[in-house]
């Protein structure tokens, strides 16, 4: 459907003007008349018209109706164009805010007073673009996700205006004018935009006589593919699915300047208009190519590109071993540091290039099973001395978990985690208080169910307040873009594990399952250690276990109901509460937080 939806697009404007519209109409678009005045309308109205423009004063308040008036010189019209224009001429490379017209309309006022409505066949955009809007509002859409509809004549610049936008009004049939007739036409704007009103600041009338917009209606052929297009949109609508933003390259006609910054100050442009290349310092763009992000892509991929291969194997060593071969991951240049082992960086990137063919988990497959990961992590006090950081891979890897891992390990031992995939993302247990928006009366609400066991990257983050124990060990606040995170061992790390609420029912959850699995204390200790640490317990952990167990067992501490969420049991007693203690300790050891 979404193939057939395309093909009409492609063919939507007929053969004899499709090269006119698809570049904005404009050697078309010269030969129309402009109304020779244009003046405000009698009653009052928040513009004034300054040669043969409407200019919308400071204080105009939003969701306006603007209303132009101009006197007719030619007999016939067949067509109507309204431009929205930028205030100033630097809107090029430095955008004004931009505008949302909902409707427009227009009427022919008579001689004697007399106002008759202007029926309207098609509105044409000012865009390909804008094109495939062309059925929006038919298929339900309001005007802020669509530019223009057939039947309302909406169109907008959301959120920027850089250059002059236009619609273009084709008539039902062509207007015949009685000498010293008016046209009237009203915008009607109530939309906004970056919460500003989408105010019209600047606009202007043309019109046309041209019998070709005429023909345009009588084209049975558009009419049928304009009919079968909003039919399949509206079908299209109809089918449930998740909306993936992806990012889509400007045609040319509606890029945006960009000029050179005086000493990179962006408030300062001297110019020359720049355009899109490499570094010289880097093989050129392939000749004849188009500078764009397709170009750019197959450019990092080139043979002669020493760059692309290098960074990526230099990250999935990181990944594996703690440290990139070039610590800094997000500085290969000059100010970055040299590597480690240089020949072993250069041989892997082209190997990983040219016999595995950019294949990662050949890669992956071929550093997990070399014998320098597979060393044992263990150290000497010598070897330590000489290589506190493993620079010199003397011995097996050895990395804290990352934040979001320490959280679902957690909650994968303890049998809680929610393992779907896909849907919006939720609000797990945190402190009370932590999260206080200043800007509006949102509160984090605590999830329920399955939702509040659901993996870490389905937790709702926000740039101003993140997850609390995310940032404790050490994850990005998502104010900037991170290339790698810096581990760092505290005391805060501690009480999130052992306080934060998640740790504290992953601790309730994991005893009670060990509680389940067996009779016997020690057999219920060594299928805990098993599921956090991945291993058995050595005799003196085990022992060290037992005697916590005792002790909590015996503690005289006031007993509480403990209550897991999932299936609502509640339980007490003193077995519970000192096997909660017990899975608490197991997942502040070391060797679980630790790979």
């Not at 039902?172 to 105010?199: C, F, I, M, W, Y």
């Not at 440290?323 to 240089?342: A, K, Q």
Request: aromatic share 6%.
């Amino acid at each position: 459907m979404e193939r057939q939806i395309a093909g009409l697009k492609a063919k939507k404007i007929p053969a004899k003007k499709k090269e006119h519209e698809r570049k904005e109409l404009v050697k078309y678009i010269a030969e129309t008349r402009k109304l020779a005045r244009s003046k405000a309308a009698d009653k009052p109205i928040a513009f004034q018209i300054h040669d043969g423009e409407m200019r919308a004063g400071a204080n105009t308040p939003g969701k306006s109706l603007y209303e132009l008036t101009a006197t007719i010189e030619t007999p016939v019209i067949t067509a109507l164009r309204i431009e929205v224009l930028p205030v100033t001429g630097i809107a090029a490379h430095t955008p004004e805010l931009g505008f949302i017209v909902e409707q427009t309309d227009a009427w022919v006022v008579q001689p004697n007073g007399r106002e008759d409505k202007v029926a309207f066949r098609y509105f044409i955009p000012d865009s390909e673009e804008n094109l495939e809007v062309t059925v929006a509002q038919e298929a339900g859409k309001s005007a802020r996700e669509s530019n223009v509809g057939p039947g309302t004549g909406g169109f907008a610049a959301n959120p920027n205006l850089f250059r002059t936008r236009w619609l273009i009004g084709v008539t039902a049939l062509p207007l015949r004018l009685a000498r010293g007739s008016r046209l009237k036409v009203h915008l009607t704007q109530t939309e906004n935009v970056s919460d500003k009103p989408a105010l019209v600041r600047r606009a202007r009338l043309a019109a046309s006589a041209d019998s070709c917009w005429s023909a345009l209606i009588q084209d049975h052929d558009y009419r049928a593919k304009l009919e079968q297009l909003t039919k399949l949109t509206r079908q299209l609508a109809k089918i449930p699915g998740v909306e993936t933003p992806v990012m889509v390259e400007e045609p040319n006609y509606d890029r945006r300047e960009t000029l050179e910054f005086e000493r990179g100050n962006f408030l300062t442009k001297i110019g020359p208009a720049l355009t899109p290349d490499v570094p010289g310092l880097f093989p050129r763009l392939l000749d004849g190519a188009p500078h764009d992000r397709l170009t750019l892509a197959r450019w990092f991929f080139m043979p002669e590109q020493p760059l692309t291969a290098r960074t990526a194997v230099n990250r999935y060593w990181e990944q594996l071993f703690g440290t990139g071969i070039v610590e800094t991951l997000e500085n290969f240049g000059s100010v970055g540091e040299e590597p480690s082992h240089p020949e072993l960086l250069d041989w892997l990137a082209l190997h990983f290039q040219n016999e595995l063919h950019w294949d990662m988990k050949a890669l992956l497959r071929e550093l997990v099973t070399s014998a320098t990961y597979r060393q044992s992590a263990k150290t000497t006090p010598a070897l330590a001395e000489r290589d506190p950081r493993n620079r010199l891979l003397g011995r097996g890897p050895q990395q804290r978990l990352t934040a979001e891992m320490v959280r679902d390990q957690a909650l994968m031992a303890s049998g809680l985690l929610t393992d779907a995939i896909g849907g919006p993302p939720v609000m797990p247990p945190q402190p009370t208080g932590v999260w206080n928006s200043v800007y509006n009366d949102s509160k984090w609400v605590d999830a329920r169910g399955k939702d509040r066991y659901r993996r870490a990257i389905y937790t709702y983050i926000k740039r101003t307040s993140g997850y609390p124990s995310f940032l404790t060990f050490d994850a990005s606040d998502h104010d900037v873009s991170l290339a790698r995170r810096i581990p760092t061992n505290t005391p805060l790390q501690a009480l999130v594990t052992l306080n934060d609420p998640v740790y504290q029912e992953a601790s309730v959850a994991l005893a009670r399952r060990m509680m389940k699995e067996t009779d016997t204390l020690d057999g219920r200790l060594q299928y805990g250690a098993r599921l956090v640490l991945s291993r058995d317990p050595t005799d003196g952990e085990l022992a060290v276990l037992r005697g916590l167990y005792e002790e909590a067992r015996g503690a005289p501490a006031t007993l509480r109901i403990i209550k897991i969420g999932v299936s609502g049991e509640s339980r007490s007693g003193k077995d519970l509460a000192a096997m909660t203690a017990v899975a608490s300790v197991l997942f502040n050891l070391d060797a679980a937080l630790t790979r």
